[in-house]
């Protein structure tokens, strides 16, 4: 049993879980073939991604030349399944973001998965976002390739819903992922009853390497960790705001930005234009092991986001035994309990979120530990990426065993059987 993984960067500084993921779905006795539209690979810090990047074949790698090549393959093998997936290209192209000539760029990559899929004997693709990626994946699966699967995160998704078709990836799939209860209910408003029951929330998880991390009290010095790309969505500029006022009434701290993106230089504006290069320090992208060391360092962990799925680096803290300070946005309060591991804030709201900063810094480390064990408990319970992942492969195998393409194997091999007694008989 082989299935195939799909995402359009990968491996990448950002997608961590996924690599855990992979990892724990080869544990459990699944082969996986790890196939990413285009390489990052200039951005890889972590070892790990590293060697990641050995193991995956990117789609973009084959050049036009191979495009094209695996298009006309698929067009003379396989034409009416082509001119079938031409018209669904257009379809969903017509009204995209992105235009036609997008998306018979992601039909030739489409058919370029296909004759790897068919090389490799893959049973099932499983696409990790729902934007081009799965219409990929769709894509392959509308030319005859195997069935597809894909896991929803958000916001991205469901600020774009009809521009990327999501509508009818849904109603192609043979399962979606919902990384929360959130998301599973924003699913569940852009596609019929009848498609319901393929959506399954399934969380991200973390490994032992933060489940099972030595106990390391929390510091004495005052200081806090944001974790996350540098873009609007995450809140950086609130936060420096937040750190300003903080900074305005004489309390001492240091925050840690860790990451990069477009809004960096903005941020950095911003910090010089309140005087706080003392206090914020960015650190750019940085290796597993320098974030975990990172949030080990901080009191607690600050992502005031204005849009997310569920931030992976949230269950990463609350692991470590960090308390988080995030916002009352999409599945962050299914993880977050206000009071007991953590605050959430209203998002966009600067004056709580100093408030709650505030009172971070003047917690004594002993209840900031208390607050942390309890995040710690939570996040065994909900998010250890071995029990997620078990149900995940469940799914797959399922999923698998319920296909068009099993089920003609095991009418051929019934016949065969069939025939060989027959044969038998005759004898």
């Known amino acids: ?29 699944i082969q996986v073939a790890r196939f990413s539209i285009r390489s990052c690979e200039s951005e ?27 298009s006309i393959r698929v067009f003379l093998t396989r034409p009416i399944r082509f001119l079938n997936s031409l018209w669904l290209t257009f379809n969903i192209g017509l009204c995209s973001e992105r235009g036609i000539l997008n998306h018979l760029a992601y039909l030739a990559e489409a058919c370029v998965l296909l004759g790897w899929c068919s090389d490799l004997e893959i049973t099932q693709v499983h696409a990790h976002f729902g934007t081009n990626s799965t219409t990929v994946a769709m894509l392959c699966h509308a030319l005859d390739g195997p069935p597809y699967s894909f896991t929803v995160h958000g916001p991205e998704e469901f600020d774009k819903v009809q521009l990327i078709a999501l509508e009818e990836k849904i109603k192609r799939a043979s399962a979606i992922i919902a990384i929360s209860s959130f998301t599973k209910s924003q699913l569940y408003r852009w596609c019929e009853h009848q498609h319901w029951s393929k959506i399954h929330v399934i969380h991200c998880g973390v490994d032992k390497n ?7 009290p929390v510091p004495e010095q005052p200081g ?7 873009s609007e969505q995450k809140g950086h500029l609130l936060l420096i705001e937040a750190a300003s006022k903080l900074a ?12 990069d993106g477009p809004l960096r230089l903005q941020i950095e504006t911003r910090i010089a234009q309140l005087g706080l290069q003392e206090q914020v320090e960015i650190t750019g992208w940085a ?15 600050v992502l ?11 269950m990463e803290a609350l692991a470590l035994g960090r308390p988080v300070i995030s916002t009352y946005v999409a599945g962050i309060p299914e993880l977050v309990e206000p009071g007991a591991c953590g605050w959430l804030v209203p998002p966009g709201s600067v004056e709580a979120l100093t408030v709650a900063m ?3 810094l003047k917690l004594p480390p002993d209840q900031l530990e208390q607050i942390g064990k309890a995040g710690a408990d939570r996040v065994a319970k909900q998010h250890d990426i071995t029990i997620e992942v078990s149900k995940l492969s469940t799914l797959f195998r399922s999923q698998i065993e319920q296909s068009p393409q099993q089920a003609k194997i095991k009418a051929t091999l019934a016949s065969v059987s069939y025939a060989s007694v027959e044969t038998t008989r005759n004898n």
């Not at 933060?210 to 390391?216: A, D, M, R, V």
């Not at 806090?224 to 540098?230: A, D, I, N, P, S």
């Not at 005031?304 to 949230?314: H, K, N, Q, T, Y």
């Open 304 to 314: 005031p986001s204005f849009a997310e799925g569920l931030p992976v680096v949230l």
């Open 44 to 70: 890889l810090v972590d070892e790990a991604d590293k060697l990641e990047l050995e193991k995956t074949r990117f789609v973009l790698g084959v050049g036009i030349v191979g495009l094209l090549l695996s």
């Open 224 to 230: 806090f960790v944001c974790v996350g790309r540098l």
């Open 248 to 259: 305005a009434e004489g309390l001492q701290f240091k925050l840690v930005l860790v990451g």
């Open 1 to 29: 049993m082989k299935i195939a993984y799909l995402v359009n960067q990968y491996p990448k500084v950002s997608h961590s879980f996924i690599r855990r993921e992979i990892t724990e779905i080869e544990a459990c006795g």
């Open 287 to 301: 290796s597993n092991s320098e974030v975990q060391q990172r949030i080990l360092d901080s009191r607690a962990l």
């Open 358 to 360: 505030r009172t971070a």
């Open 210 to 216: 933060f489940l099972q991390h030595p106990h390391t």
